[in-house]
Protein backbone atom coordinates (compact mmCIF):
# COMPACT_ATOMS: atom_id res chain seq x y z
CA UNK A 1 0.00 0.00 0.00
CA UNK A 2 1.38 3.45 -1.19
CA UNK A 3 0.39 6.46 0.27
CA UNK A 4 -0.79 10.32 -1.35
CA UNK A 5 1.70 12.98 -0.73
CA UNK A 6 -0.02 15.33 -2.37
CA UNK A 7 -3.58 15.32 0.26
CA UNK A 8 -3.25 15.80 4.18
CA UNK A 9 -6.46 15.11 5.21
CA UNK A 10 -6.30 17.19 8.76
CA UNK A 11 -9.25 18.09 11.81
CA UNK A 12 -9.35 20.79 13.59
CA UNK A 13 -10.71 20.48 17.33
CA UNK A 14 -10.67 22.68 20.42
CA UNK A 15 -12.67 23.90 23.24
CA UNK A 16 -15.73 26.24 22.52
CA UNK A 17 -14.36 29.66 21.40
CA UNK A 18 -11.12 29.06 21.62
CA UNK A 19 -10.76 30.16 17.38
CA UNK A 20 -11.37 27.23 15.32
CA UNK A 21 -13.78 28.74 12.44
CA UNK A 22 -11.55 31.72 12.61
CA UNK A 23 -8.43 30.52 12.54
CA UNK A 24 -9.89 28.37 9.28
CA UNK A 25 -10.66 32.07 7.81
CA UNK A 26 -6.92 32.91 8.00
CA UNK A 27 -5.85 29.84 6.37
CA UNK A 28 -8.26 30.84 3.23
CA UNK A 29 -6.74 33.87 3.04
CA UNK A 30 -3.39 32.93 3.29
CA UNK A 31 -3.89 30.40 1.05
CA UNK A 32 -5.17 32.31 -1.83
CA UNK A 33 -8.58 30.36 -1.65
CA UNK A 34 -10.13 33.92 -1.45
CA UNK A 35 -9.69 36.60 -3.97
CA UNK A 36 -8.50 39.79 -2.81
CA UNK A 37 -11.73 41.42 -3.56
CA UNK A 38 -14.33 39.16 -2.49
CA UNK A 39 -16.54 39.83 -0.06
CA UNK A 40 -16.27 36.89 2.53
CA UNK A 41 -18.53 36.86 5.73
CA UNK A 42 -16.41 36.18 9.05
CA UNK A 43 -16.21 32.74 10.07
CA UNK A 44 -17.36 31.89 6.64
CA UNK A 45 -17.77 28.14 7.72
CA UNK A 46 -20.42 28.59 10.05
CA UNK A 47 -22.97 29.25 7.96
CA UNK A 48 -25.86 28.02 9.67
CA UNK A 49 -28.41 30.84 11.34
CA UNK A 50 -28.01 29.40 14.81
CA UNK A 51 -24.32 28.89 14.54
CA UNK A 52 -23.70 32.52 13.44
CA UNK A 53 -26.38 33.75 16.23
CA UNK A 54 -24.68 31.60 19.48
CA UNK A 55 -21.45 31.97 18.01
CA UNK A 56 -20.32 28.43 18.00
CA UNK A 57 -19.91 25.53 15.51
CA UNK A 58 -22.75 22.98 15.39
CA UNK A 59 -22.47 21.29 12.37
CA UNK A 60 -19.00 19.49 11.15
CA UNK A 61 -18.04 21.71 8.21
CA UNK A 62 -15.72 20.16 5.15
CA UNK A 63 -13.33 22.36 3.44
CA UNK A 64 -9.76 22.18 1.07
CA UNK A 65 -7.46 24.07 0.78
CA UNK A 66 -4.67 24.16 -2.35
CA UNK A 67 -1.54 25.24 -0.65
CA UNK A 68 2.35 24.25 -2.77
CA UNK A 69 0.88 21.89 -4.56
CA UNK A 70 -1.05 20.07 -2.04
CA UNK A 71 -4.36 19.40 -1.39
CA UNK A 72 -5.28 20.01 2.06
CA UNK A 73 -8.68 18.75 3.16
CA UNK A 74 -9.80 20.43 6.65
CA UNK A 75 -12.53 19.02 8.76
CA UNK A 76 -13.77 21.94 11.42
CA UNK A 77 -15.85 20.59 14.33
CA UNK A 78 -17.56 20.96 16.87
CA UNK A 79 -16.22 22.45 20.40
CA UNK A 80 -19.67 21.70 22.69
CA UNK A 81 -19.27 18.11 23.96
CA UNK A 82 -22.87 18.33 23.15
CA UNK A 83 -22.62 18.42 19.34
CA UNK A 84 -19.96 15.20 20.03
CA UNK A 85 -21.59 12.56 17.49
CA UNK A 86 -20.30 15.24 14.72
CA UNK A 87 -16.96 14.89 16.12
CA UNK A 88 -17.07 11.11 16.47
CA UNK A 89 -17.95 10.41 12.76
CA UNK A 90 -16.04 12.88 10.84
CA UNK A 91 -12.61 12.17 12.49
CA UNK A 92 -13.27 8.70 9.90
CA UNK A 93 -11.74 11.07 7.61
CA UNK A 94 -8.78 12.71 9.48
CA UNK A 95 -4.98 11.46 9.30
CA UNK A 96 -4.25 14.23 12.38
CA UNK A 97 -5.73 16.40 14.72
CA UNK A 98 -4.78 20.32 15.36
CA UNK A 99 -5.59 20.40 18.57
CA UNK A 100 -6.06 24.64 19.33
CA UNK A 101 -5.93 25.66 23.24
CA UNK A 102 -6.54 29.05 24.75
CA UNK A 103 -3.31 31.07 25.79
CA UNK A 104 -5.04 31.84 28.80
CA UNK A 105 -7.66 29.06 29.17
CA UNK A 106 -5.38 26.22 28.59
CA UNK A 107 -7.57 22.78 28.60
CA UNK A 108 -11.26 22.98 28.75
CA UNK A 109 -13.59 20.06 29.25
CA UNK A 110 -14.22 20.11 25.71
CA UNK A 111 -10.61 19.62 25.31
CA UNK A 112 -10.13 16.99 27.01
CA UNK A 113 -13.64 15.14 25.27
CA UNK A 114 -12.24 15.97 21.55
CA UNK A 115 -8.74 15.03 22.32
CA UNK A 116 -9.97 12.08 23.62
CA UNK A 117 -11.37 10.98 20.64
CA UNK A 118 -8.64 11.79 18.51
CA UNK A 119 -6.60 8.94 20.22
CA UNK A 120 -9.46 6.56 19.82
CA UNK A 121 -8.43 6.80 16.27
CA UNK A 122 -5.26 6.56 16.59
CA UNK A 123 -4.21 9.93 15.01
CA UNK A 124 -1.15 11.97 15.24
CA UNK A 125 -2.05 15.37 17.41
CA UNK A 126 -0.33 18.78 16.23
CA UNK A 127 -0.88 21.62 19.09
CA UNK A 128 -1.48 25.68 18.26
CA UNK A 129 -1.49 28.01 21.69
CA UNK A 130 -3.71 30.29 20.21
CA UNK A 131 -4.63 33.84 21.15
CA UNK A 132 -0.77 34.54 21.87
CA UNK A 133 -1.88 38.19 21.65
CA UNK A 134 -3.67 38.51 24.73
CA UNK A 135 -2.65 40.28 27.16
CA UNK A 136 -3.32 37.46 29.99
CA UNK A 137 -1.69 34.79 27.94
CA UNK A 138 0.38 32.09 29.42
CA UNK A 139 1.78 29.85 26.85
CA UNK A 140 4.22 28.09 29.32
CA UNK A 141 1.91 26.80 31.81
CA UNK A 142 -0.58 26.13 28.82
CA UNK A 143 1.73 24.15 27.16
CA UNK A 144 2.55 21.71 30.36
CA UNK A 145 -0.96 21.54 30.92
CA UNK A 146 -1.75 20.33 27.40
CA UNK A 147 1.17 17.68 28.29
CA UNK A 148 -0.28 16.65 31.20
CA UNK A 149 -3.55 16.18 29.42
CA UNK A 150 -2.29 14.06 26.92
CA UNK A 151 -0.41 11.64 29.52
CA UNK A 152 -3.78 11.02 31.33
CA UNK A 153 -6.01 10.09 28.61
CA UNK A 154 -2.99 7.67 27.45
CA UNK A 155 -0.97 9.30 24.68
CA UNK A 156 2.08 6.98 23.04
CA UNK A 157 5.08 7.88 22.91
CA UNK A 158 4.68 8.87 19.61
CA UNK A 159 2.04 10.89 20.07
CA UNK A 160 3.37 12.67 23.35
CA UNK A 161 6.62 13.94 20.88
CA UNK A 162 3.92 16.54 19.35
CA UNK A 163 4.71 19.46 17.47
CA UNK A 164 3.92 22.84 18.64
CA UNK A 165 2.83 26.22 16.68
CA UNK A 166 2.12 29.30 18.72
CA UNK A 167 -0.04 32.26 17.21
CA UNK A 168 -3.13 34.10 16.77
CA UNK A 169 -5.99 32.82 14.59
CA UNK A 170 -7.96 36.08 14.40
CA UNK A 171 -5.03 38.14 13.06
CA UNK A 172 -3.79 35.05 11.05
CA UNK A 173 -0.01 34.87 12.02
CA UNK A 174 1.89 31.61 13.70
CA UNK A 175 5.41 31.34 15.23
CA UNK A 176 7.33 28.66 16.89
CA UNK A 177 8.61 30.95 19.24
CA UNK A 178 5.60 32.19 21.59
CA UNK A 179 7.86 35.55 21.91
CA UNK A 180 8.41 36.21 18.49
CA UNK A 181 5.37 37.52 16.53
CA UNK A 182 5.77 36.49 12.53
CA UNK A 183 3.83 38.00 9.30
CA UNK A 184 1.82 34.78 8.41
CA UNK A 185 0.79 31.34 8.86
CA UNK A 186 3.44 30.09 7.27
CA UNK A 187 4.80 28.08 9.86
CA UNK A 188 1.65 26.67 10.65
CA UNK A 189 1.27 25.19 6.59
CA UNK A 190 4.94 24.20 7.40
CA UNK A 191 3.89 21.99 10.03
CA UNK A 192 1.03 20.53 8.81
CA UNK A 193 2.69 19.27 5.50
CA UNK A 194 5.51 18.14 7.89
CA UNK A 195 3.78 16.28 10.55
CA UNK A 196 0.67 15.37 9.15
CA UNK A 197 0.68 11.77 7.69
CA UNK A 198 -0.29 11.44 3.63
CA UNK A 199 -3.12 9.41 3.54
CA UNK A 200 -2.66 5.01 2.99
CA UNK A 201 -3.28 4.57 -0.56
CA UNK A 202 -4.95 1.39 -2.70
CA UNK A 203 -5.35 3.45 -5.68
CA UNK A 204 -5.51 -0.20 -7.13
CA UNK A 205 -7.90 -1.92 -5.06
CA UNK A 206 -11.50 -2.19 -5.34
CA UNK A 207 -12.94 1.43 -4.41
CA UNK A 208 -14.31 1.64 -0.92
CA UNK A 209 -16.22 4.69 0.79
CA UNK A 210 -18.09 5.71 3.97
CA UNK A 211 -20.86 8.26 4.61
CA UNK A 212 -19.78 10.20 7.11
CA UNK A 213 -21.99 13.21 6.83
CA UNK A 214 -25.40 13.60 5.54
CA UNK A 215 -27.22 16.60 4.12
CA UNK A 216 -30.09 17.23 1.33
CA UNK A 217 -30.31 19.52 -1.45
CA UNK A 218 -33.83 20.14 -3.53
CA UNK A 219 -31.81 19.97 -7.18
CA UNK A 220 -29.41 16.99 -5.91
CA UNK A 221 -31.07 14.95 -3.77
CA UNK A 222 -29.36 13.22 -0.55
CA UNK A 223 -25.89 14.44 0.03
CA UNK A 224 -23.10 12.31 1.10
CA UNK A 225 -19.57 13.26 2.26
CA UNK A 226 -17.31 11.14 2.93
CA UNK A 227 -13.50 9.64 2.18
CA UNK A 228 -12.45 7.15 -0.10
CA UNK A 229 -10.75 4.68 2.01
CA UNK A 230 -9.85 2.85 -1.25
CA UNK A 231 -9.37 2.82 -4.90
CA UNK A 232 -11.10 5.42 -6.64
CA UNK A 233 -14.72 6.65 -7.51
CA UNK A 234 -16.10 7.58 -11.09
CA UNK A 235 -19.23 9.21 -12.13
CA UNK A 236 -21.06 6.97 -14.42
CA UNK A 237 -20.61 4.00 -12.16
CA UNK A 238 -22.54 1.42 -10.14
CA UNK A 239 -22.06 0.47 -6.65
CA UNK A 240 -23.18 -1.77 -3.95
CA UNK A 241 -24.31 -0.56 -1.14
CA UNK A 242 -23.84 -1.97 1.88
CA UNK A 243 -24.07 -2.07 5.93
CA UNK A 244 -22.29 -3.46 8.57
CA UNK A 245 -24.96 -5.23 10.13
CA UNK A 246 -26.85 -5.86 6.89
CA UNK A 247 -26.39 -8.80 4.78
CA UNK A 248 -27.97 -7.95 1.64
CA UNK A 249 -27.04 -4.94 -0.27
CA UNK A 250 -28.07 -2.96 -2.90
CA UNK A 251 -27.33 -1.22 -6.32
CA UNK A 252 -27.24 2.17 -7.02
CA UNK A 253 -26.04 4.66 -9.27
CA UNK A 254 -24.77 8.09 -7.96
CA UNK A 255 -25.97 11.14 -10.06
CA UNK A 256 -23.01 13.69 -9.49
CA UNK A 257 -19.82 13.50 -7.72
CA UNK A 258 -18.15 16.75 -6.54
CA UNK A 259 -15.08 17.85 -4.26
CA UNK A 260 -14.13 20.47 -2.44
CA UNK A 261 -12.06 23.42 -3.43
CA UNK A 262 -12.37 26.48 -0.65
CA UNK A 263 -15.90 26.88 0.22
CA UNK A 264 -17.13 25.41 -2.89
CA UNK A 265 -18.14 21.84 -4.29
CA UNK A 266 -16.64 21.49 -7.61
CA UNK A 267 -18.23 18.47 -9.75
CA UNK A 268 -15.07 15.89 -10.49
CA UNK A 269 -15.04 12.76 -13.01
CA UNK A 270 -13.03 10.85 -10.48
CA UNK A 271 -12.13 11.13 -6.83
CA UNK A 272 -9.27 9.11 -5.67
CA UNK A 273 -8.43 7.53 -2.83
CA UNK A 274 -7.26 9.12 0.61
CA UNK A 275 -9.27 12.00 -0.64
CA UNK A 276 -13.06 13.12 0.25
CA UNK A 277 -16.26 12.90 -1.93
CA UNK A 278 -19.23 14.14 -1.99
CA UNK A 279 -21.68 11.80 -3.63
CA UNK A 280 -25.15 12.74 -4.54
CA UNK A 281 -28.70 11.27 -5.69
CA UNK A 282 -28.61 8.25 -3.28
CA UNK A 283 -31.41 8.24 -1.08
CA UNK A 284 -30.75 5.22 0.64
CA UNK A 285 -27.55 6.13 1.39
CA UNK A 286 -27.00 6.57 5.48
CA UNK A 287 -24.15 7.46 7.45
CA UNK A 288 -21.79 4.50 8.32
CA UNK A 289 -23.25 2.99 5.34
CA UNK A 290 -20.17 1.51 2.66
CA UNK A 291 -19.93 1.91 -1.47
CA UNK A 292 -18.24 -0.54 -2.78
CA UNK A 293 -17.34 -2.25 -6.08
CA UNK A 294 -20.39 -4.79 -6.72
CA UNK A 295 -18.01 -7.66 -7.67
CA UNK A 296 -15.36 -7.02 -3.74
CA UNK A 297 -18.29 -6.32 -1.57
CA UNK A 298 -16.98 -5.63 1.51
CA UNK A 299 -18.44 -3.28 4.22
CA UNK A 300 -16.19 -0.63 6.47
CA UNK A 301 -16.57 -1.21 10.05
CA UNK A 302 -19.75 0.76 11.76
CA UNK A 303 -18.98 4.13 13.17
CA UNK A 304 -19.03 3.71 16.92
CA UNK A 305 -20.48 6.36 19.00
CA UNK A 306 -21.15 6.91 22.62
CA UNK A 307 -24.54 7.08 23.74
CA UNK A 308 -26.96 9.66 24.05
CA UNK A 309 -27.39 10.53 28.12
CA UNK A 310 -30.53 13.06 27.76
CA UNK A 311 -34.39 11.95 26.79
CA UNK A 312 -37.17 14.32 25.91
CA UNK A 313 -40.80 13.70 24.62
CA UNK A 314 -42.23 15.40 21.91
CA UNK A 315 -45.93 15.91 22.02
CA UNK A 316 -48.42 16.69 19.44
CA UNK A 317 -49.79 20.64 20.60
CA UNK A 318 -52.98 20.15 22.01
CA UNK A 319 -53.26 23.64 23.59
CA UNK A 320 -56.37 25.66 23.19
CA UNK A 321 -54.03 27.73 20.61
CA UNK A 322 -52.75 24.66 18.28
CA UNK A 323 -52.81 25.31 14.77
CA UNK A 324 -52.77 29.05 14.71
CA UNK A 325 -48.99 29.97 14.61
CA UNK A 326 -47.47 26.77 12.78
CA UNK A 327 -47.83 25.54 8.89
CA UNK A 328 -47.18 21.50 11.06
CA UNK A 329 -48.53 20.81 13.58
CA UNK A 330 -50.05 17.07 12.99
CA UNK A 331 -48.62 13.83 14.20
CA UNK A 332 -47.43 12.66 11.02
CA UNK A 333 -45.41 15.63 10.03
CA UNK A 334 -43.56 16.02 13.17
CA UNK A 335 -42.62 12.06 13.31
CA UNK A 336 -41.48 12.47 9.55
CA UNK A 337 -39.19 15.73 10.82
CA UNK A 338 -38.23 14.07 13.61
CA UNK A 339 -37.04 11.06 11.54
CA UNK A 340 -34.79 12.96 8.90
CA UNK A 341 -32.98 14.70 11.79
CA UNK A 342 -32.14 11.12 13.16
CA UNK A 343 -31.25 10.00 9.98
CA UNK A 344 -28.80 13.02 9.71
CA UNK A 345 -27.20 13.21 12.90
CA UNK A 346 -26.54 9.74 14.26
CA UNK A 347 -26.02 11.01 17.82
CA UNK A 348 -30.16 11.59 17.94
CA UNK A 349 -31.40 8.25 18.48
CA UNK A 350 -35.84 8.07 18.20
CA UNK A 351 -38.13 5.81 20.42
CA UNK A 352 -41.44 5.08 20.32
CA UNK A 353 -43.90 5.89 23.25
CA UNK A 354 -47.47 4.55 24.34
CA UNK A 355 -49.10 7.41 22.46
CA UNK A 356 -49.58 7.87 19.24
CA UNK A 357 -49.18 11.29 19.65
CA UNK A 358 -45.89 11.47 21.41
CA UNK A 359 -42.51 10.73 20.20
CA UNK A 360 -39.47 10.38 22.64
CA UNK A 361 -36.14 11.81 21.23
CA UNK A 362 -32.70 10.92 22.56
CA UNK A 363 -29.40 13.27 22.47
CA UNK A 364 -25.98 14.32 24.14
CA UNK A 365 -27.58 17.24 26.04
CA UNK A 366 -29.88 19.87 26.26
CA UNK A 367 -28.16 21.74 23.94
CA UNK A 368 -28.23 19.39 21.40
CA UNK A 369 -31.98 19.16 21.75
CA UNK A 370 -32.22 22.85 21.79
CA UNK A 371 -31.11 23.47 18.71
CA UNK A 372 -33.17 20.99 16.89
CA UNK A 373 -36.63 22.37 18.52
CA UNK A 374 -35.10 25.64 17.16
CA UNK A 375 -34.42 24.15 13.74
CA UNK A 376 -37.53 22.96 13.77
CA UNK A 377 -39.57 25.85 15.14
CA UNK A 378 -37.89 28.21 12.52
CA UNK A 379 -39.08 25.32 10.12
CA UNK A 380 -43.11 26.29 10.97
CA UNK A 381 -43.31 23.14 12.62
CA UNK A 382 -45.66 23.52 16.31
CA UNK A 383 -45.46 20.76 18.84
CA UNK A 384 -45.06 20.82 22.39
CA UNK A 385 -42.10 19.28 24.67
CA UNK A 386 -41.60 17.98 28.45
CA UNK A 387 -38.70 17.72 30.96
CA UNK A 388 -35.70 16.39 30.09
CA UNK A 389 -34.26 13.58 31.64
CA UNK A 390 -31.04 11.59 32.52
CA UNK A 391 -30.81 7.95 30.55
CA UNK A 392 -30.19 5.45 33.01
CA UNK A 393 -28.49 2.67 32.08
CA UNK A 394 -27.85 -1.18 33.90
CA UNK A 395 -23.57 -1.35 34.44
CA UNK A 396 -22.84 -5.14 35.84
CA UNK A 397 -26.70 -5.17 37.22
CA UNK A 398 -26.28 -1.73 39.03
CA UNK A 399 -28.27 0.98 38.07
CA UNK A 400 -26.30 4.11 37.09
CA UNK A 401 -26.45 7.24 35.83
CA UNK A 402 -24.24 9.61 33.53
CA UNK A 403 -21.92 11.79 35.18
CA UNK A 404 -20.18 15.16 33.84
CA UNK A 405 -16.84 16.93 34.27
CA UNK A 406 -17.88 20.58 34.76
CA UNK A 407 -15.73 23.04 35.02
CA UNK A 408 -16.97 26.70 35.94
CA UNK A 409 -14.76 30.09 35.67
CA UNK A 410 -16.17 32.51 38.13
CA UNK A 411 -14.89 35.76 39.73
CA UNK A 412 -13.11 34.71 42.75
CA UNK A 413 -16.11 36.65 45.06
CA UNK A 414 -18.73 34.64 43.52
CA UNK A 415 -16.50 31.15 43.64
CA UNK A 416 -18.41 30.08 47.40
CA UNK A 417 -21.41 30.86 46.35
CA UNK A 418 -21.18 28.39 43.14
CA UNK A 419 -19.36 25.75 44.80
CA UNK A 420 -22.31 25.51 47.51
CA UNK A 421 -24.64 25.35 44.77
CA UNK A 422 -23.21 22.46 43.02
CA UNK A 423 -22.17 20.65 45.86
CA UNK A 424 -26.24 20.63 47.00
CA UNK A 425 -26.92 19.09 43.55
CA UNK A 426 -23.90 16.41 44.54
CA UNK A 427 -21.33 17.78 42.62
CA UNK A 428 -17.85 16.69 43.55
CA UNK A 429 -15.09 19.21 43.40
CA UNK A 430 -12.16 17.93 42.07
CA UNK A 431 -9.84 21.06 41.89
CA UNK A 432 -9.78 24.73 42.29
CA UNK A 433 -7.33 27.56 40.66
CA UNK A 434 -7.67 30.67 41.87
CA UNK A 435 -4.29 32.02 40.54
CA UNK A 436 -5.98 34.71 38.28
CA UNK A 437 -8.68 37.30 38.68
CA UNK A 438 -10.85 34.36 37.27
CA UNK A 439 -11.67 31.06 39.61
CA UNK A 440 -11.52 27.86 37.85
CA UNK A 441 -13.08 25.08 39.62
CA UNK A 442 -13.59 21.60 38.11
CA UNK A 443 -16.38 19.45 39.27
CA UNK A 444 -17.49 15.70 38.78
CA UNK A 445 -21.75 16.06 39.12
CA UNK A 446 -24.49 13.72 37.85
CA UNK A 447 -26.08 15.14 34.68
CA UNK A 448 -29.24 15.91 36.08
CA UNK A 449 -27.81 18.37 38.49
CA UNK A 450 -26.86 20.31 35.56
CA UNK A 451 -30.29 20.60 34.61
CA UNK A 452 -30.94 24.23 35.14
CA UNK A 453 -28.16 25.18 36.90
CA UNK A 454 -26.62 27.56 33.92
CA UNK A 455 -29.08 30.05 34.79
CA UNK A 456 -28.68 29.84 38.76
CA UNK A 457 -25.28 30.09 38.17
CA UNK A 458 -25.89 33.02 35.92
CA UNK A 459 -27.92 34.69 39.16
CA UNK A 460 -25.38 33.84 41.92
CA UNK A 461 -22.31 35.21 39.88
CA UNK A 462 -24.14 38.49 38.62
CA UNK A 463 -24.16 36.74 35.21
CA UNK A 464 -20.48 36.11 35.11
CA UNK A 465 -20.23 32.62 35.69
CA UNK A 466 -19.26 30.57 32.67
CA UNK A 467 -20.09 26.68 32.40
CA UNK A 468 -18.67 24.15 30.60
CA UNK A 469 -19.19 19.97 31.07
CA UNK A 470 -18.50 17.12 29.03
CA UNK A 471 -19.84 13.24 29.53
CA UNK A 472 -17.41 11.59 31.91
CA UNK A 473 -18.91 8.03 32.87
CA UNK A 474 -21.84 6.35 34.28
CA UNK A 475 -21.77 5.63 38.04
CA UNK A 476 -23.98 4.51 40.28
CA UNK A 477 -27.62 7.05 41.29
CA UNK A 478 -25.60 10.13 42.99
CA UNK A 479 -28.82 10.43 45.34
CA UNK A 480 -31.91 13.26 45.64
CA UNK A 481 -30.72 15.96 44.00
CA UNK A 482 -33.35 19.54 44.69
CA UNK A 483 -35.90 20.39 42.41
CA UNK A 484 -37.34 23.88 41.77
CA UNK A 485 -38.28 25.65 45.12
CA UNK A 486 -40.95 28.12 43.82
CA UNK A 487 -44.39 27.23 42.39
CA UNK A 488 -45.86 29.19 38.99
CA UNK A 489 -48.96 30.99 38.64
CA UNK A 490 -51.17 29.72 36.42
CA UNK A 491 -53.58 31.51 34.66
CA UNK A 492 -57.61 30.41 35.38
CA UNK A 493 -59.01 31.44 32.09
CA UNK A 494 -58.90 32.53 28.64
CA UNK A 495 -58.19 36.55 27.25
CA UNK A 496 -55.86 39.03 27.07
CA UNK A 497 -53.11 39.86 30.10
CA UNK A 498 -54.66 43.37 31.31
CA UNK A 499 -52.17 45.68 32.93
CA UNK A 500 -54.63 46.86 35.77
CA UNK A 501 -54.93 43.33 36.56
CA UNK A 502 -51.13 42.67 36.55
CA UNK A 503 -51.01 46.04 39.18
CA UNK A 504 -52.83 43.66 41.39
CA UNK A 505 -50.82 41.03 41.56
CA UNK A 506 -47.67 41.71 41.52
CA UNK A 507 -46.52 40.68 45.07
CA UNK A 508 -47.50 37.74 43.75
CA UNK A 509 -44.72 36.85 42.02
CA UNK A 510 -42.89 37.34 39.04
CA UNK A 511 -44.76 37.42 35.51
CA UNK A 512 -43.44 35.78 32.37
CA UNK A 513 -45.99 37.37 30.36
CA UNK A 514 -46.12 40.85 28.93
CA UNK A 515 -49.61 43.21 28.78
CA UNK A 516 -51.81 42.24 25.93
CA UNK A 517 -50.49 39.02 25.94
CA UNK A 518 -53.13 36.15 24.64
CA UNK A 519 -53.40 33.37 27.40
CA UNK A 520 -55.40 30.07 28.11
CA UNK A 521 -56.47 28.04 31.08
CA UNK A 522 -53.85 25.80 32.15
CA UNK A 523 -50.94 28.05 30.99
CA UNK A 524 -47.92 29.34 33.00
CA UNK A 525 -47.91 32.92 33.51
CA UNK A 526 -45.08 33.38 35.93
CA UNK A 527 -43.66 32.35 38.94
CA UNK A 528 -45.00 32.10 42.21
CA UNK A 529 -43.09 33.83 45.68
CA UNK A 530 -43.83 30.55 47.19
CA UNK A 531 -43.44 26.89 46.95
CA UNK A 532 -46.71 25.45 45.21
CA UNK A 533 -48.86 26.74 42.49
CA UNK A 534 -51.35 29.49 42.67
CA UNK A 535 -54.47 29.98 40.18
CA UNK A 536 -55.42 33.28 39.13
CA UNK A 537 -57.22 35.76 36.75
CA UNK A 538 -54.32 37.71 34.64
CA UNK A 539 -57.43 39.02 32.16
CA UNK A 540 -59.32 41.16 35.05
CA UNK A 541 -60.27 44.10 33.65
CA UNK A 542 -61.70 47.50 35.73
CA UNK A 543 -65.35 47.62 36.28
CA UNK A 544 -66.63 51.05 34.16
CA UNK A 545 -68.20 53.49 35.68
CA UNK A 546 -68.59 57.03 35.47
CA UNK A 547 -67.19 58.05 38.37
CA UNK A 548 -63.24 59.38 37.15
CA UNK A 549 -59.99 60.54 38.54
CA UNK A 550 -58.06 62.48 36.20
CA UNK A 551 -54.79 60.28 35.12
CA UNK A 552 -55.70 57.42 37.94
CA UNK A 553 -56.00 54.88 35.01
CA UNK A 554 -52.81 54.88 33.21
CA UNK A 555 -50.53 55.43 36.56
CA UNK A 556 -50.17 51.17 37.14
CA UNK A 557 -46.33 50.70 38.03
CA UNK A 558 -45.67 46.86 36.49
CA UNK A 559 -42.40 45.32 36.62
CA UNK A 560 -41.55 44.19 33.24
CA UNK A 561 -41.63 40.36 32.50
CA UNK A 562 -38.88 37.71 32.34
CA UNK A 563 -38.83 36.69 29.33
CA UNK A 564 -36.75 33.33 28.85
CA UNK A 565 -34.58 31.82 25.95
CA UNK A 566 -35.67 28.50 24.63
CA UNK A 567 -33.16 26.70 27.04
CA UNK A 568 -34.12 28.27 29.96
CA UNK A 569 -37.46 27.63 29.55
CA UNK A 570 -36.71 23.47 29.18
CA UNK A 571 -34.17 24.02 31.87
CA UNK A 572 -37.23 25.34 34.01
CA UNK A 573 -40.29 23.11 33.05
CA UNK A 574 -41.41 20.60 35.53
CA UNK A 575 -42.74 16.68 35.21
CA UNK A 576 -46.32 18.22 35.05
CA UNK A 577 -45.58 20.83 32.80
CA UNK A 578 -45.02 20.96 28.59
CA UNK A 579 -43.53 24.10 26.67
CA UNK A 580 -45.28 24.66 23.94
CA UNK A 581 -43.04 25.39 21.06
CA UNK A 582 -44.07 27.62 18.12
CA UNK A 583 -42.73 29.46 15.06
CA UNK A 584 -44.39 32.74 16.65
CA UNK A 585 -44.22 31.85 20.45
CA UNK A 586 -42.68 29.92 23.54
CA UNK A 587 -44.92 29.20 26.02
CA UNK A 588 -44.74 27.59 29.03
CA UNK A 589 -48.32 25.30 30.53
CA UNK A 590 -49.62 22.68 32.94
CA UNK A 591 -49.77 19.10 30.74
CA UNK A 592 -53.36 19.11 32.69
CA UNK A 593 -55.02 22.01 32.08
CA UNK A 594 -57.94 22.09 34.25
CA UNK A 595 -57.27 22.64 37.54
CA UNK A 596 -59.76 20.01 38.87
CA UNK A 597 -57.87 17.47 36.53
CA UNK A 598 -54.72 18.30 37.90
CA UNK A 599 -55.92 17.69 41.51
CA UNK A 600 -57.49 14.57 41.05
CA UNK A 601 -54.32 13.65 39.06
CA UNK A 602 -51.73 14.90 42.31
CA UNK A 603 -54.79 12.89 44.80
CA UNK A 604 -54.07 9.75 42.70
CA UNK A 605 -50.14 9.73 42.91
CA UNK A 606 -50.20 10.44 46.54
CA UNK A 607 -52.16 6.99 46.84
CA UNK A 608 -50.29 5.17 44.85
CA UNK A 609 -47.05 6.67 46.92
Not at 75 to 94: C, I, K, S, W, Y
Not at 312 to 317: H, R
Not at 381 to 403: N, Q
Request: charged share 30%; proline share 5%.
Amino acid sequence: MSTAPEIRNLAIVAHVDHGKTTLVDTMFRYAGTFRDNQVIAERALDSNDQERERGITILAKNTAISYQGTRINIVDTPGHADFGGQVERTLNMADAVLLLVDAFEGPMPQTRFVLRKAFEHNLKALVMVNKIDRPDARPEEVLNEVFDLFVELGASDEQLEFPVIYGSGRDGWASEDPAQKTDDLEPLFKQILEHVPPPAMDAAGPVQFQATTLDHDDFLGRIAVGRVSRGSMKIGRRYALVHPDREKSISVLPKKLFRYEGLQRVPAEEVLCGDIAIVTGVEELSIGDTLCDPEHIEALPSIALDEPTISMVFYVNNSPFAGQEGDYVTSRQVLARLERAATRDVALQLASTNSADAFEVKGRGVMHLSVLIETMRREGYEFAVGKPHVILKDVDGTRCEPYERATVEVPGEHAGRIIEYLGRRRGEMLHMDAASELTRVDFKIPARGLIGARTALLTLSQGEAVLSHVFESWEKDGGPIPRRTNGVLVADRGGDVIAYALDGLQDRGQFFVPVGTAVYTGMIVGENNRDGDLELNVCRAKKLTNMRASGRDDNAKIAPPKIMSLEECLEYVEDDELLEVTPKNLRLRKRLLDENERKRAKKKAAAVV
